[in-house]
């Protein structure tokens, strides 16, 4: 995790700026695969379940910033995998529950 976090910095230090056109690009396309994703069926059931009370809001994973130009690149995909992979976990024990027999 620590050398995660100085890959980053060194990324970050290693590329030059964008300009604005291409920081614009890149927020655009962030912007699109957030609103992908919760149109998948595994967040539109963890927003159904939290509409209901099922999910307090606190538990629930926290959408990446798809606005948050000061966040690198690699470190933007390293946020949105583990926000997929809290949605799906957050899932799972539901999907368990709904199934369970006594």
Do not use: F
């Amino acid at each position: 995790a620590a050398s995660a976090s100085g890959e980053a910095a060194a990324e970050a230090a290693a590329q030059p700026p964008l300009d604005e056109e291409s920081m614009q690009h890149r927020l655009d396309k962030r912007r699109a695969l957030i609103s992908n994703i919760k149109q998948s069926l595994e967040y539109v059931i963890l927003a159904a379940s939290h509409c209901e009370g099922t999910v307090a809001a606190a538990e629930a994973p926290r959408t990446p910033d798809p606005n948050d130009a000061s966040i690198p690149k690699r470190r933007w995909e390293e946020e949105v995998r583990l926000w997929r992979l809290a949605l799906r976990q957050r899932l799972q024990p539901q999907q368990d529950d709904g199934g369970a027999a006594g």
